[in-house]
């Protein structure tokens, strides 16, 4: 084995360390990872286990809100509910599988900032440091023990891959290191779309900022050929998405509905706290390892490769740029309507993480200029002292996920936070608007205009079947199932088409029928769009696999 080798085999061992060492809190029975968002992912991750383990899609997840079904893939990525879905179903656990997931997240980000930045800084010693900084920023931790923002976690793992991947291309690279930018993206879209957008307008500026070398085609044609390999492995996710919002109005898409500007206003960070956040209920910190070595590696500039300065002023104004957007400096009631979706200016840190993490690897080799182990072994110490005051902030408190309340669904539920549904923002607007019917409403198939007699009914998960006969040419039925594209229903073995009613529901009209006897079968498997999406998916992640293997095989034979 080349020495080389040796030496990525050696630095990828030390980041599993450090990310089993950081991961060591789970360990604990009695960690509360319910909090915030954490039993929003943990329950889906079991709904989601256990469509895959029945053959079922997981766009509608049955059990909840009521048993009428909730979707959360049709607007959310599914990347970290499926991750954790399949580990819940060899293990049986959904704590375990969520505690598991997240160290993997951790572990992952590690390795993708380590590739990332031997890929644009060719520098092993560089991106070990860079991602050991990465690894234990406070924000990155704050996502991990405090927010449990799963979704914003894996985009810790993907957004290195992504300007890796521009800078491949920018500076015209023979390898195909471009492909970095595809996977590093395409993970984005499928994890966290608001990370993806926030990437997308960092990606663009880093782009015009080399604007020159666009005139170039073959920069152009990698470029395009990304963004459409982009679109067509994440189609399963965003045609449906697309899909969805056009067949019905969704309480998600309500103006306001995810963020106003006095909240957004409320969650700005001040200065001191970027410093310390110790009386916060959250850790909005930048880190004072990171804090000193991006102004050293300032005061150093004059030491950085010339062909590395470019991209280190844009990531140092990119960084600069992010933490000012979290504080109370910034007015969001100045900025157009369109930047509020960013919900917490707060969530800007993900990004000055990572372009911080980045100067501050760069800092070091400035400081440094033959880095011995000494030298790393002394970062990594110090950057886990730091971690060590985060296990204060960690509650330790026995929990119960098991409980029946799960998924259930109140007559003031309205305005309150649901276990497994969240603020219940992904109901279609007019089942949110009458969350007392969904309160109180049975199981079963309702007729809601006309007369009719059902007999044999039998409802299981996204399946049912009963007989229905008619007792008036015109009847108007409510199915047990809250309004989402991709159900089909048939009446005596031929496809009806259904609607929405005015509770939200199912609904499907029968006429000119009366006195006859009609079976009905409901079953979800996805619209025909949303099965020629995931043919689209699958057709674009065998194209980059036969990309990787041609770029394996070309450098083989360069060797």
Not at 122 to 141: G, R
Not at 223 to 231: A, N, R
Not at 387 to 415: A, H
Not at 439 to 455: H, L, M, P, S, T
Request: glycine content about 4%.
């Amino acid at each position: 084995m080349r020495l080389k080798n040796k030496k990525i085999i050696l630095d990828i061992l030390i980041i599993v360390f450090i990310a089993v060492f950081i991961s060591l809190p789970l360990l604990s029975k009695n960690i509360d990872i319910l909090r915030d968002d954490g039993i929003q992912h943990i329950i889906r991750a079991r709904e989601t286990g256990e469509a895959i383990k029945n053959f079922e899609s997981s766009k509608i997840l049955v059990n909840l809100c009521n048993n009428f079904g909730y979707s959360w893939d049709l607007f959310y990525g599914n990347f970290t509910s499926f991750m954790a879905g399949i580990i819940y179903i060899i293990i049986n656990s959904e704590i375990i599988a969520f505690k598991i997931t997240l160290f993997l997240l951790l572990l992952l980000s590690g390795i993708s900032m380590y590739v990332s930045m031997k890929s644009i800084f060719k520098n092993n010693a560089m991106s070990l440091i860079a991602s050991i900084i990465y690894m234990t920023a406070p924000y990155h931790l704050n996502d991990m023990y405090l927010r449990y923002a799963v979704g914003e976690f894996a985009a810790f793992i993907f957004i290195p891959l992504v300007f890796a991947g521009l800078n491949s291309i920018i500076k015209k690279e023979e390898n195909k290191n471009y492909l970095f930018l595809i996977i590093g993206a395409s993970g984005l879209i499928v994890s966290h779309l608001l990370s993806s957008i926030i990437t997308a307008i960092f990606s663009l500026i880093f782009l015009i900022c080399n604007i020159k070398v666009l005139k170039d085609k073959d920069v152009l044609k990698k470029l395009i050929i990304s963004v459409c390999s982009i679109l067509l492995i994440t189609s399963y996710y965003w045609i449906p998405m697309v899909e969805t919002s056009i067949k019905s109005e969704y309480e998600v898409y309500e103006e306001n509905k995810m963020s106003t500007v006095e909240s957004v206003n409320f969650h700005r960070v001040g200065v001191k706290t970027l410093l310390s956040s110790k009386n916060n209920f959250q850790i909005h910190e930048i880190g004072i390892v990171t804090i000193v070595l991006v102004s050293v590696s300032i005061f150093t500039f004059k030491k950085i490769k010339k062909e590395d300065k470019k991209i280190y002023i844009v990531f140092l104004i990119f960084g600069i740029t992010s933490i000012i957007l979290t504080t109370k400096i910034i007015n969001w009631e100045k900025l157009p309507k369109q930047f509020l979706i960013i919900q917490f200016p707060w969530r800007m840190m993900e990004f000055s993480t990572y372009f911080f993490s980045v100067i501050s690897g760069v800092g070091v080799i400035n400081i440094l200029k033959n880095i011995k182990w000494k030298d790393i072994v002394f970062i990594i110490v110090m950057c886990i002292l730091l971690t060590l005051p985060l296990k204060n902030r960690i509650n330790y408190e026995k929990t119960e996920v098991l409980n029946p309340q799960i998924g259930k669904v109140y007559e003031n539920s309205k305005y309150r936070t649901n276990a497994g549904a969240a603020k219940f923002e992904y109901l279609p607007k007019k089942a949110y608007e009458n969350m007392e019917y969904i309160a109180f409403r049975d199981n079963n198939i309702n007729v809601i205009n006309g007369k009719a007699e059902i007999r044999n009914e039998e409802k299981i998960n996204k399946k049912l079947k009963c007989n229905i006969q008619p007792y008036t040419d015109y009847v108007e039925l409510e199915f047990p199932y809250i309004y989402y594209p991709g159900y089909n229903i048939y009446l005596n073995n031929e496809k009806a088409k259904y609607k929405e009613s005015d509770n939200g529901f199912i609904k499907v009209v029968i006429e000119n029928q009366k006195g006859k006897n009609i079976k009905v079968e409901l079953n979800y498997t996805g619209s025909n769009l949303m099965k020629i999406s995931y043919v689209l998916s699958i057709i674009g992640v065998v194209l980059i696999l036969i990309l990787f293997f041609i770029n394996r095989k070309s450098k083989e034979e360069r060797q």
